[in-house]
Every structure is written in C-alpha cells, then in structure tokens.
C-alpha cells in the first residue's frame, strides 16, 4: 500500500467521487502493470506491480447531441439546448453532433433543416463530423425492431383503432388511467401465425419487464419509476415506421452518445427510453434535463414573449456571442455576480452542477442590456467588419478612420448592428428632420434661435477645432449671454444631430468638422422652430 501511495501522490490518482456533471471514467483491472512514471520535473522513476484488486481510472471522452426535429426555425430553447452541449463537450475535449430528427414527412421540410444549421454557424456552435439525419437510419430502426421481436423484448399488437378507444372510454368513465392490458403479448404461436397470414394489421410493442426504472439526472437527482406506471409502448406503428422514444435510443447507441443534454419536456420519455436502451444490452448514457425558457407571465416562453427564431435576432443585428451569453444565464448560474461572458470564457466556466431546476424567465431588458455590454466591449474595427458581413458595402464611400471615431463615439447606447446603423445615421448625412419631442423642449421659440444664431457667428472665428476648444468657447459664450451652458448645448445637439440625446456634443462637433456642423446649424437656425 505504501508503494500505492506513492502512485497516488505523484499522479493525482486520488479515490475521489467525480464532480456532478464530470466525466464518467472506464475501470481497468489489469493483473499486474508495470508503471514508469515521471514525477516533479525529474527523473525520478517509479516501478512498481498493482495487485490485481486495485483498479486504474480512465475518463470517457463525452459523447453529446443536439437533435433538433426541422417542423421550424431553431428558437431559443433549441439554442440554448444546443449552447448547453457544445460547453459540456468542448470544455472536456469531447464531440458534439447534430442529429436532424426529421422522421416526421408531413411536417419536415428542408428550408427548416437549412435555417438551423446556419443559425448555428451563426452563433458559432459548429458541430463535429458529418450531419446525422434520422431519415436516412430506418434499416438500422428496423433491424433493431427485428432484434427485440426475435430475443422476446417486443411483440406484435393486432388490437386495433377501434378496440383501443373502446378500452381508453371504459377507463375514463371507471375514472381510471388507461394503460394498454398487454392482450396481444402472450398470443399462441398458432395465432400468430394466422394473423401474419391473414395480412392483419400490427403495431409493435416492447415489453417492459417487471420491477422499477431508476437514474440520476444531474439537474433533477434521483428518479426512480414503477413499471407498473408504464404500459408496453409502440415502438413500431402500424405503417412500419418506427416511434420517437425507440429511433432516438437506436441512433444514440449507434453514434455512441454517453451524455444525453436536453430539455425538461424530455424528462418523462427517460424511463421508456432506458428501458429500450436495456431491452437492446445496452447501458443507458448519463442525463441532465435543462428547465424550460419562461415568458414573463411564468409559462412556456411563446412567440407572444419574444420566441421569435434565431435568424431573426441576426437580421435584427445582433451579435451572436452576445445572444449566447444572455441564454447561458437562462439556467445556469456562472457562480458569480458576473454576467458578461464570451463563448470561450462561457466554455471554461461551464459545469452541468450550476445549472439551476427553475426555469428561467426571457427577460428582453435583460437580454438588450447583455447585448449592449458586448457591443461596448468590441473593438471598432471588429464591429465594422460585422457590419460589413450584413451589409457588404455600408458608407464603402467613407475614411475607414472616420468609421472607426463614428462606431467608438456611438457603439456603448447600442445593443445591435442594427441600431448602429441608425444611430449613426447622422455623421454620414445632414439631418432634414429634428426630435419633436426634444424641440418642443429644448428649441421653444424665436429666443433660441437668436441664441443660436450669436453662437453660429461666433464658431467662424474659432481657430481652433477640437473638442476642448469647442468646449470652452461655448461655456465662455454662456457666461457672456448670463446663461447656462445647457441653453447651447440642447439646441446645438439638435441642429447638428437631429436628436435630443446622443455621445459628447463636443467631441461630435470635432468630429463632424467645421463645415458640416456650420452647414448643418445654419439650417436649423432657418427651419426652427417651426411654425
């Protein structure tokens, strides 16, 4: 044991109980293994024989999916269901698929398919490997059928349509829950055989076995369910196509899935699909169920809330790091008073035992106010270039330097691409309209304009154009007129601006220049206040 001891300190290989949400481990029981180790930066070798009953750890590499069905546009439940996998995995060097669920004919279509994989490149959750599309594994579905139908895990059910409604009726009027009676799980061979040759129709059902179903969830802890809740469900219909609870188990063993990461809607299809994962001899994988997105009024966020797709939050400008973040906190808690995160930083903090049972509320003010700090936070020349990938040639025609003193000066009251846009709109072009609401206040009458005429007069004997200057030309002049220095500034905004509110006037007013701000005060001065 002394010799054990040593092995343990040099390597960390401490008996401790893997944190919630860490990676499971594989055991290795070799009889004897001879060990050459390294340890503290020197050449220090340590040889020595395990005993046969001690064990070595090795952690499995997590395997986790996104499977989204294409019947819509990704929404941001899908989104943060598929943010919460890519952390999960890339924080521990693990895959993360895409699996298209797209069995469904009637309502898949492949404009929905396209729309969430470029939502999310978009959002830069790239999958790896090839696409998975469900549609594509039916053999593989029905193999696995063939496979329980021939090893007694499954039966073939002759009931039909009408017999089962019958049953569901007598069971709501007794004002008991109905579960299927298992009738067909025990037919005769000969039976059998005369219904197959009489062409009658058959669902196929697994059956589930005495006893309980019991797992621990890494968001909701232990779960444990009777089977005597859970009736022999259809894992094949009558049209020969396989069921959701069996196509996801199949595909999940094939790609080899050992983290299943998923919403709280799911958590009652566990126990069924664990079951088929043990009908198959297979182990099930670890499960954590994400709470759901909530609007404000405490149910299922809707698209009345704010559920619009993700494409939409890209048209609308905004920035993709920043949506990850806000529907990071959505569930999770990074552990801190902290909530500006990128998806590097997101990815190094991750953990499945921060995420919090409760469902989290779409706070748009909050979602505006993360998204605003990561426009703050971004270089001038990054948000150019993001601009540029909406808008190829937006003000081409312009300095690139006056570009990056425009996107600085404006970028911290903004919370998209799109509303740099417009609110810069007024360095590229003379205002032809002003506030209504900021001239009513700021521009009543004649007065002003006289004010403002005696100040226009005064900005042509200004030798020198840069905002300290311009500041304290303007104070001096207020002092001059025995008025406050907001009896200009108001009025000048609105002239050279159009709006009531904006960056520092003076380092606007350098920026402009001399002849676009005297240009521009000039007509204000003719067109104000209105008549």
Not at 6 to 35: A, F, K, M, Q, W
Not at 183 to 189: A, I, N, P, V
Not at 421 to 442: L, M
Not at 497 to 503: A, D, F, Q
């Amino acid at each position: 044991m002394e010799a054990w001891q040593s092995l343990v300190e040099c390597t960390g290989l401490e008996n401790r109980r893997p944190p919630v949400g860490g990676p499971e481990v594989r055991i290795l029981s070799p009889p004897r293994i001879l060990r050459t180790l390294l340890c503290g930066g020197k050449h220090h070798f340590l040889s020595l024989f395990l005993d046969s009953r001690l064990t070595l750890t090795m952690p499995i590499v997590p395997r986790v999916r996104f499977a989204p069905s294409p019947t819509g546009e990704l929404h941001l439940g899908g989104a943060r269901t598929a943010l919460f996998n890519h952390l999960f995995a890339k924080k521990r060097d693990g895959k993360y698929f895409l699996r298209i669920e797209d069995t469904d004919v009637q309502r898949s279509k492949q404009e929905y398919v396209d729309q969430i994989c470029y939502s999310l490149e978009w959002l830069g959750l790239k999958w790896d490997e090839p696409i998975v599309y469900q549609s594509k594994r039916r053999d593989h579905h029905h193999n696995a059928v063939r496979q329980l139908l021939q090893g007694g895990g499954a039966y073939r059910c002759f009931c039909t349509v009408e017999d089962l409604a019958l049953k569901r009726d007598e069971a709501a009027k007794a004002k008991k829950l109905y579960r299927y009676s298992g009738k067909c799980r025990d037919l005769s061979d000969e039976e059998l055989k005369l219904r197959l040759n009489r062409a009658d129709p058959f669902c196929i059902r697994i059956s589930v076995p005495g006893g309980k179903t019991k797992f621990t969830d890494s968001v909701y802890g232990k779960i444990e369910v009777d089977h005597k809740e859970i009736d022999d469900f259809i894992i094949q219909r009558t049209d020969g196509s396989p069921t959701y609870n069996f196509t996801v188990v199949v595909d999940d063993i094939d790609m080899e899935i050992n983290w299943v990461i998923r919403g709280e809607d799911h958590l009652t299809n566990t126990p069924k699909q664990i079951i088929v994962y043990k009908a198959l001899g297979s182990k099930p994988p670890r499960f954590a169920h994400l709470p759901m997105i909530l609007g404000p009024n405490g149910q299922r966020l809707s698209k009345r809330h704010g559920a619009i797709g993700v494409q939409a939050y890209r048209d609308m400008g905004f920035l993709p790091e920043a949506l990850l973040n806000y529907l990071a906190l959505l569930g999770w808690s990074p552990g801190s008073d902290r909530e500006v995160f990128s998806l590097k930083e997101l990815t190094k903090k991750f953990s499945l035992d921060k995420v919090v049972k409760k469902g989290g509320v779409f706070d748009e003010k909050k979602l505006n106010w993360v998204c605003g700090q990561h426009m703050s936070g971004k270089s001038s020349q990054d948000l150019l270039n993001t601009m540029r990938e909406l808008e190829p040639d937006w003000h081409s025609d312009q300095d690139e330097n006056y570009l990056f003193n425009v996107i600085e000066m404006v970028k911290s009251r903004t919370k998209s691409l799109s509303e740099l846009n417009e609110f810069s709109g007024y360095f590229f072009a003379d205002p032809q309209s002003f506030d209504e609401k900021a001239v009513r206040k700021r521009w009543k009458d004649a007065s002003v304009t006289k004010l403002m005429n005696r100040y226009w007069m005064s900005l042509h004997e200004l030798t020198k154009w840069e905002p300290t200057a311009l500041e304290e030309h303007l104070r001096t002049l207020a002092e001059t007129e025995n008025v406050s220095a907001g009896k200009f500034i108001h009025p000048v905004r609105i002239a050279i601006s159009g709006h009531g509110v904006g960056p520092s006037l003076f380092d606007l007013m350098a920026l402009l220049g001399r002849e676009r701000v005297l240009r521009r005060m000039n007509y204000a001065i003719d067109n104000l206040p209105p008549s």
